[in-house]
């Protein structure tokens, strides 16, 4: 397997844009995170699916965040509209259900909102 | 609100010597745990795992556990420069949820 694939890499948009971050989980995965990280918060989670169902999504910072979960191999996160401050670095991972398992850590997109 | 603790640092050690890391968490309820290296720019691998009370040893690197102090440290013996990075703790909660801490840099030095 590929591992946790994330796109973009790199995404420089304007404010007030919407911003769309693509996640593909390893295969087989039952969890996928969406984390954010800055050098002020640390890694903070937003939201967590379980079998594509949102189970915990009080990280959100606001409405202007959504995730979806379509399917098993796809989830978005979406910003509508963007901030300066939500400049950062977005980490999607997945791990199985299997208990004690570590979550794989995709390569993360980092965004600057200008 | 679940929280995990970690001294931000740096931790500066010379080469060589034993670097000790520490984390504590607020869930009681927290059965295993996580200890991630993470380099400047690349995301978070796992060095090892816990869930026992005790310590449990994986090369140079030694988790302890304790829970009844809500407690987590992570010692790497002989440390070197390639060790220098940021070490995350991350605590899984109710529901498979993996909260971090906000990680501790280590700086080794030649």
């Known amino acids: 397997d590929a591992g946790v694939i994330q796109s973009p890499r790199h995404e420089v948009t304007e404010m007030g844009q919407e911003v769309t971050l693509r996640c593909k989980p390893i295969?087989?995965?039952?969890?996928l995170f969406w984390y954010r990280q800055t050098m002020m918060r640390g890694l903070e989670l937003l939201i967590y699916f379980n079998n594509n169902v949102p189970i915990d999504d009080s990280g959100m910072p606001e409405d202007r965040f959504s995730a979806k979960m379509p399917n098993a191999s796809f989830s978005t996160l979406k910003i509508q509209p963007s901030e300066p401050r939500d400049s950062a670095v977005y980490f999607c991972?997945?791990?199985?259900?299997?208990?004690?398992?570590?979550?794989?850590f995709g390569q993360g997109t980092r965004l600057t909102v200008v | 609100q679940k929280e995990v603790e970690q001294n931000s640092g740096p931790l500066s050690v010379p080469e060589g010597a034993i670097a000790s890391l520490n984390c504590t968490y607020s869930d009681r309820g927290s059965q295993s745990f996580f200890w991630y290296r993470q380099y400047s720019g690349k995301s978070p691998e796992l060095i090892m795992f816990i869930y026992s009370n005790g310590d449990k040893e994986d090369g140079r690197f030694t988790a302890q556990l304790n829970k009844a102090s809500q407690y987590v440290s992570l010692l790497i013996r002989d440390s070197q420069p390639s060790d220098s990075a940021t070490y995350l703790c991350?605590?899984?909660?109710?529901?498979?949820?993996?909260?971090f801490g906000g990680g501790t840099r280590l700086m080794v030095k030649p």
């Open positions: 295969s087989g995965h039952d969890y």
């Open positions: 991972a997945s791990r199985p259900f299997t208990e004690n398992t570590e979550a794989f």
């Open positions: 991350a605590v899984n909660n109710a529901g498979n949820m993996l909260t």
